[in-house]
């Protein structure tokens, strides 16, 4: 390592001309990824000692050049990561980054703007209320009562969802916590749900016996009569039924709860129904996807994930709902120390963090912001059009290649099993998934289904995903079910 250079310590803006050309690498090296990252083995050997030998040389005793610091860094993030950016990262909703979303972090890093206080940066925080608007028209909600706050992602979403809610039901819950809950609520989700709402139940000192984890229907959706029958046990024995989850587009499988049912239970039973849509959100933007979301403008609260299907850089999590006083509400807290320059402002706007658990938040909206406004809402359709199609493509391809397709979705997520009566065990598919994933050429993973089956998980989750990756991964899959067979 080059020895100390005193300057490095005593500015950290660093020289002029450093960063000149600090920048240019920066840039390089970010193209070089985009052009090359497709040649790179999708996963890396997993190598511990040698990651932390690598990192036992620093000591921070003293300082070194920046340029050097920067080459650290970028190749440990080439050779330490699983490349997300891939087109044959076939895996969880991890996208490849929108180039204007890379651009929109950068600027949002160099300007940081506060996005606690309006005042402070009315251009951030009314951006966001645009995009608010923007996105919560797409999923039918009524322009004068829609509202909603940028989250880190969908689990932040799905904790502000669970507040809102219990806020709702509850309105001294905010100041008398625990003490107001008049009864012990219960939340109801399905067993495809996603987890983060156990942890908001936790977090909100609920406990996780509130969930009530329901069986799923042979087509892998939550039943509203199972929830019907359910919420009817806990009234008898003293519980408030509070809140359903629906979820479009599970992480497991993709597949679509029925909302419309789901929103005629909540209504008549008087539950907050939230539509967890954290991925499948996607097909409020594709005409044709749209019905099969159709009953989610019923739903009090929606979470959506820019930084999944919107392929924005992480984190960038939305939560929406047609409340529009719920989140001031719940979040909004009155101390001294807040910039009050905007109080006697007529059009002032609202202040970010009284809509968030956030005080010091980062301006997440510009990804989306620049990413929208450079490919438009018929650009985004486009795309998504094409991962559907290139789903659509892989369930013939694999087919064909005697796989057998187990989880019903128009979303491009195609859950496999192996050929043969135990071709759904995890005996049976996770060696397979290991082998593909060890060959380096693609990445995919294992949803476990109900009634301890499981089956290989293959999500079009990157916008530069081509008929030949998927070919491409037919391949792998079928040379990995021959050695996991030997
Ligand atoms: C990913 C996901 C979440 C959590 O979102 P994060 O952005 O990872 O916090 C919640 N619900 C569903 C259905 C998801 O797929």
């Known amino acids: 390592m080059t020895p100390v250079h005193p300057f490095f310590a005593s500015d950290l803006a660093l020289d002029a001309d450093l960063r000149l050309q600090l920048w240019q690498k920066l840039s390089t090296e970010i193209e070089r990824y985009l052009r090359q990252v497709a040649n790179a083995p999708v996963a890396p050997k997993l190598d511990a000692p040698a990651l932390r030998r690598a990192l036992g040389e620093f000591d921070f005793a003293t300082g070194m050049p920046p340029a050097e610091a920067m080459q650290f860094a970028v ?13 044959r990262y076939f895996g969880l909703f991890n996208p ?48 004068d009562a829609a509202d909603g706050v940028f989250t880190s992602g969908g689990a932040e979403a799905n904790h502000t969802a669970l507040l809102c809610a219990l806020t709702h039901a509850f309105p001294e819950y905010g100041r008398r916590g625990a003490a107001a809950l008049l009864r012990p609520p219960a939340i109801y989700v399905g067993t495809q749900s996603h987890h983060s709402m156990i942890k908001a139940a936790r977090l909100c000192g609920l406990g996780t016996e509130a969930v009530r984890v329901l069986e799923v229907d042979d087509s892998l959706r939550l039943r509203a009569e199972d929830v019907a029958k359910a919420l009817a046990c806990d009234r008898t024995a003293g519980l408030e039924p509070l809140l359903v989850v ?34 499948g959100g996607m097909a409020a933007i594709v005409p044709e996807l749209r019905p099969a979301i159709e009953g989610i403008e019923r739903a009090d609260s929606i979470t959506f994930d820019a930084h999944k299907s919107l392929s924005v850089p992480m984190g960038a999590g939305m939560l929406l709902t047609r409340h529009r006083d719920i ?14 320059d905007a109080a006697g402002l007529r ?52 087919t064909a290649a005697g796989w057998r397709i187990v989880n019903e979705t128009p979303l491009p997520l195609v859950c496999l099993a192996a050929p043969g009566p135990d ?30 089956r499981a089956a290989i998980r293959c999500c079009i989750t990157n916008y530069r995903t081509g008929p030949q990756d998927v070919a491409a991964l037919v391949q792998s899959l079928n040379q990995a079910r021959g050695q996991a067979r030997r």
Not at 97 to 122: C, E, K, R, Y
Not at 437 to 448: C, F, L, P, R, Y
């Open 246 to 279: 629906a979820t479009l587009g599970t992480t497991g499988t993709g597949v679509l709860d029925r909302v419309a049912e789901l929103a005629e239970l909540a209504e008549r039973e008087h539950l907050w129904l939230h539509a967890d849509a954290a991925w």
């Open 347 to 398: 059009e002032a706007g609202v202040d970010p963090f009284a809509h968030s658990m956030q005080w010091s938040r980062r301006f997440i909206g510009l990804k989306l912001f620049l990413s929208l406004a450079v490919a438009g809402w018929d650009g985004y359709a486009a795309v998504l059009r094409h991962q559907t199609s290139m789903g659509h493509l892989l369930r013939e391809e694999a």
């Open 423 to 452: 071709g759904d065990t995890p005996r049976v598919v996770e060696p397979i998934a290991r082998a593909a994933v060890a060959s380096g050429q693609v990445w995919v993973s294992v949803a476990a289904l109900p009634r301890g």
């Open 327 to 340: 989140l001031e509400r719940t979040f909004r807290v009155n101390e001294d120390y807040m910039p009050r």
């Open 96 to 143: 490849a980054p929108t180039t204007m979303g890379v651009v929109a972090d950068a600027l949002v890093a160099a300007f940081n703007p506060q996005l606690a206080a309006w005042s402070h940066n009315p251009f951030a925080a009314e951006v966001e209320q645009h995009l608010i608007a923007a996105v919560a028209a797409k999923f039918g909600y009524p322009e």
């Open 75 to 87: 190749a440990g993030l080439w050779e330490h990561q699983v490349h997300t950016a891939h087109p």
